[in-house]
């Protein structure tokens, strides 16, 4: 044993999806997308690339995550996340957007299955494998609850700005 102890994984896990999820940029990805040169076509290319990709390196990444360990394979997968967005930070030319979105693609790749399954097998591992269905609930509950945290943030944000602006007025 480790570490940590494999009972922490779901926990860790549900952690990491709430932190991994908060993304202020999302509302005005296109924005930057287009201040940096790209057209709406090209915008439309990196995401037809990110699904090509993911399509593409979806079986060889899973033998990649049975072979090594689930752990190693989702390492990988936050590793090429990030050499993605530093890509993605000084690209301004369409083709290294489209090599972050290939990257981008394969990183949902060694990421995808691995999750459910790291999660699957800890619980098993202390024979509590039929709480999966709630706690992969809760897990994938993080997002959502980022999301809304995200919102209220941008929310709050807004009505100080148009208060502010009206008081000027």
Same mark, same amino acid.
């Given at each position: 044993?480790?570490?940590?102890?494999? !009972?922490?994984?779901?926990?860790?896990?549900?952690?990491? &999806?709430?932190?991994?999820?908060?993304?202020?940029?999302?509302?005005?990805?296109?924005?930057?997308?287009? $201040?940096?040169?790209? %057209?709406?076509?090209?915008?439309? =290319? %990196?995401?037809?690339?990110?699904? =090509?990709?993911?399509?593409?390196?979806?079986? *060889?990444?899973?033998?990649?995550?049975?072979?090594?360990?689930?752990?190693?394979?989702?390492?990988?997968? &936050?590793?090429?996340?990030?050499?993605?967005?530093?890509?993605?930070?000084?690209?301004?030319?369409?083709?290294?957007?489209?090599?972050?979105?290939?990257?981008?693609?394969?990183?949902?790749?060694? $990421?995808?299955?691995?999750?459910?399954?790291?999660?699957?097998?800890? +619980?098993?591992?202390?024979?509590?494998?039929?709480?999966?269905? !709630?706690?992969?609930?809760?897990?994938?509950?993080? *997002? &959502?609850?980022?999301?809304?945290?995200?919102? +209220?943030? %941008?929310? &709050?944000?807004?009505? !100080?700005?148009?208060?502010?602006?009206?008081?000027? !007025?």
């Amino acid at each position: 044993m480790g570490i940590m102890s494999v !009972k922490n994984n779901p926990k860790i896990y549900f952690w990491a &999806q709430l932190f991994g999820s908060v993304s202020f940029i999302a509302p005005v990805l296109a924005l930057f997308f287009l $201040h940096r040169g790209l %057209l709406l076509s090209d915008i439309l =290319v %990196l995401f037809v690339i990110d699904v =090509v990709f993911s399509l593409i390196f979806e079986i *060889p990444t899973g033998t990649i995550a049975d072979r090594f360990g689930y752990k190693i394979s989702l390492i990988i997968s &936050q590793v090429l996340l990030i050499a993605s967005m530093v890509i993605w930070i000084f690209a301004f030319d369409k083709y290294m957007f489209y090599a972050a979105a290939a990257i981008a693609g394969i990183s949902c790749t060694f $990421h995808s299955g691995v999750k459910s399954a790291l999660i699957y097998e800890s +619980l098993k591992e202390n024979g509590k494998e039929k709480t999966m269905s !709630k706690v992969w609930g809760k897990i994938m509950s993080a *997002p &959502q609850i980022a999301l809304a945290m995200a919102d +209220l943030v %941008l929310d &709050q944000w807004d009505i !100080k700005k148009v208060r502010t602006t009206a008081k000027k !007025k």
